[in-house]
């Protein structure tokens, strides 16, 4: 490929400044590039990156329709709080909010009202959670206060399992985490112990619908019941929020019997990720509260400089609004059929995955993907080697799959974890238990043993 400067000589497209005069990399450049150059410049480098399709690690969504591409590109300009300068793109927010807070079973939802929901779409589920914690802060702040009671001493009930989001909330607004910890073979949190551990000055208990740490779901049932309990014997009344990051989009599709949303009076608010099993770009979440008297007055600013009176309660403010575009391009495209289809093989590939696993004698399967699509998995004592090294050898064959320890007092427990998303097809599953083969045996060997693969159930 060659190009013609401006001085009109021919020069190899690799020449000249971009191979011989190097880019500065921590201040602005002195001159100006021309634009070919600069998008070269900037999409060799990224080529060090790893495969986003082939990263396990995450749950946020790595593929889409084109077609939502290229909605998504013509609305990067649309400032998501602009709602007066931008009217159809507030519609489809508000419309979005409607659709997620009727798939979690709000009550009092009217389908030809869109201010019946109460809730709002933000930048991925960090500033949800920060949005319904400060909610049941200020609501229990309210009780106390009315009650004549001592306002200085909030707590909130959680297991060590969360992700690092609750704990930035309870620093960042002084709520005092009270911590319900994990043990080797349980990695999520009890009714018994949030039984023992609520107080007076309990804002909320969490429970968390598919973990980060292992995928599984936490009983929200259970843990209401016994908070009907205590408060029917006279004790605090205490709310919880369901942090939907991960399950929030699974669970109504491949379990809708399962109560854990607003069918239980005592869940006041959701929050869930569009960006992960929402299946669209990062970054997007969402967080409805049970109704409107959920969500206290004073968190809601109303500004009027962008042209109206706008209602705002995000921590963020300005935003692209080409993730909520995204979000509903998949509401509309897929619908809870195309969800439910979507969800299914995902669990189908995830548990086969897991099915494999189980065939190697080193292996231990913590979660097998049957809650939601993750499957986790731990060594077995005396293999000679540990599950970082398997990570290790493979990210050299190109798979990322993280290895981590689990959370307090049980942090002897290491496991590896598989994220399926959107985009990892079944063939893909086969070739990761293929290289999963041949790395158990190379190491189990010290390096100069063969694969012996498996054959992966189609």
Request: net charge negative; with cysteine.
């Amino acid at each position: 490929m060659t190009r013609i400067p401006r001085d009109g000589t021919i020069s190899p497209a690799y020449t000249g400044r971009l191979a011989n005069d190097p880019v500065p990399a921590l201040r602005l450049p002195d001159d100006r590039m021309d634009p070919d150059v600069t998008y070269r410049f900037i999409h060799d480098e990224l080529m060090l990156d790893g495969s986003s399709r082939l990263n396990l690690a995450t749950f946020v969504t790595t593929w889409m329709e084109p077609e939502a591409e290229k909605l998504m590109a013509e609305t990067f300009d649309k400032n998501m709080i602009d709602k007066d300068e931008y009217p159809a793109t507030a519609a489809i927010e508000e419309r979005c909010v409607n659709m997620v807070a009727d798939l979690w079973n709000a009550p009092g939802l009217d389908p030809t009202d869109p201010s019946s929901a109460t809730g709002v779409s933000t930048i991925g589920s960090s500033e949800a959670v920060m949005l319904a914690g400060l909610a049941l802060k200020w609501r229990w702040r309210a009780r106390r206060t009315a009650a004549g009671a001592d306002t200085g001493r909030p707590n909130l009930v959680l297991g060590t399992n969360v992700q690092v989001v609750w704990e930035k909330f309870c620093r960042y607004f002084d709520v005092e985490p009270k911590y319900l910890d994990m043990e080797p073979g349980r990695y999520v949190v009890t009714a018994d112990q949030v039984r023992d551990a609520v107080d007076e000055n309990t804002i909320g208990v969490l429970a968390i619908l598919g973990t980060t740490f292992t995928g599984e779901l936490e009983p929200v049932e259970e843990i209401s019941a016994v908070l009907d309990e205590i408060a029917a014997a006279g004790g605090p009344d205490v709310p919880i929020h369901v942090d939907g990051a991960s399950g929030g989009f699974v669970v109504p599709f491949l379990n809708p019997d399962l109560v854990w949303d607003f069918r239980l009076p005592r869940v006041k608010s959701v929050n869930a990720s569009g960006h992960k099993y929402g299946l669209t770009y990062p970054g997007l979440g969402f967080v409805v509260w049970r109704e409107k008297e959920d969500l206290p007055e004073d968190l809601v600013f109303r500004v009027n400089y962008l042209g109206g009176d706008m209602p705002t309660f995000t921590l963020n403010f300005s935003r692209p609004g080409n993730q909520v575009i995204g979000q509903y391009y998949n509401f509309l495209r897929l619908g809870r059929a195309g969800y439910t289809d979507v969800m299914t093989s995902l669990r189908s590939t995830a548990t086969r995955v897991a099915d494999h696993l189980r065939e190697h004698g080193d292996v231990d399967v913590i979660s097998d993907g049957s809650d939601i699509p993750v499957v986790a998995f731990a060594l077995r004592e005396n293999c000679g080697f540990t599950v970082f090294d398997v990570s290790h050898e493979l990210r050299a064959r190109g798979w990322q799959v993280p290895a981590y320890t689990m959370p307090a007092r049980a942090e002897s427990v290491s496991v590896l974890r598989i994220v399926v998303r959107e985009g990892f097809s079944a063939d893909l599953g086969r070739m990761l238990c293929e290289a999963i083969d041949a790395v158990l045996a190379s190491l189990s060997t010290n390096g100069d043993g063969h694969s012996h693969a498996r054959h992966f159930a189609h």
